[in-house]
């Protein structure tokens, strides 16, 4: 029994995280490309939640890419890589994992503020201000993700450089374990609150507005909750197991092997749901602003008339 951690692991990297990675940046690719050219190419006239969104889809876009990194070196139980390239790739992934919810909250903070002021009088609700909630929003998640890369360094220094190590497996396990735990309430639960709160709030708003017009404005709420929700069930399991797989290291425990190795297949497991949002969020765009669905198919009209013109 003792033997177990030596299979359970090695076959969920190769037959489980590979083909997943693999399948989640290929879809993920696509359509957050598709998102990103959209914006550049299509969309005259951007708006506060254009500039969160197109911050967003960036993000993902550069994420695929590590997961496609990340499944290839599965597949092959590669044990020599470019030690500066582990680093790169762990900085992208989990910057990308915290971002992402931040991002969505003040996507869903702009939708709230645009019900209560729909003129866009709320200075948040300007482009400028926009750009500068963007730009503190990579800083701040940065400065989040900083201790994480002074742990991977010291992590390929000690087993030299050998292991690219998740972050579930490097360290200290007392200092990475709180280290976990405060990323997990500063970087996903208190985000998370937020996108709910906002949601709260618009409701609030709404029911008034409703009983006044006698009109329905359900719409941004649902998409908002849907959010939220979205984040709740994929990022919960990850954030769960990460924390449990860094507890079952502690010295103290004294567990078993196999115990071990358990653990660790479950924060395996959960991992490819974690990072599913960055497939999922191209849904967002369409949904969140009208504007930018309507520039894309008058760009493809236009696209299918070139084509179908006789020459």
Partial sequence: MENCS?????????????????????????????????????????????????????????????????SYNYAHNLKKFNSSLCVMNRYILHVNLYSSILFMMWVSVDRFLLICHPHRQHILLTLK???????????????????????????LERNGRKVCSDFGSMGDPRVTLIYSIVLTITGYVIPLTGL????????????????????SFQRPVRIVRIAAIMFLVLYTPLHVTRIVRLASRLPELNLSRCILDYINGAYILSRPFGFAHSVINPVFYFLMTDSFKEALQDKWRKIKRMIMRPS
């Fill in 129 to 155: 201000a926009a750009i500068i909630i963007s730009i503190l929003n990579w800083i701040w998640v940065t400065v989040q993700i900083a201790p994480l890369m002074f742990f991977i360094i010291q992590e």
């Fill in 6 to 70: 030596s299979v359970v692991t090695p076959l969920l990297e190769k037959y489980y995280l590979s083909p997943m990675y693999g399948l989640e940046s290929a879809i993920g690719f696509i359509g957050n490309l598709v998102v990103v050219l959209g914006y550049i190419f299509c969309l005259p006239a951007w708006k506060s939640t254009n500039v969160y969104l197109f911050n967003l889809s960036v993000s993902d876009l550069v994420f695929m890419c590590t997961l496609a990194w990340l």
């Fill in 196 to 215: 709910f709160l906002a949601s709260q709030k618009m409701v609030s708003v709404l029911v008034k507005r409703q009983e006044v017009l006698g009109t």
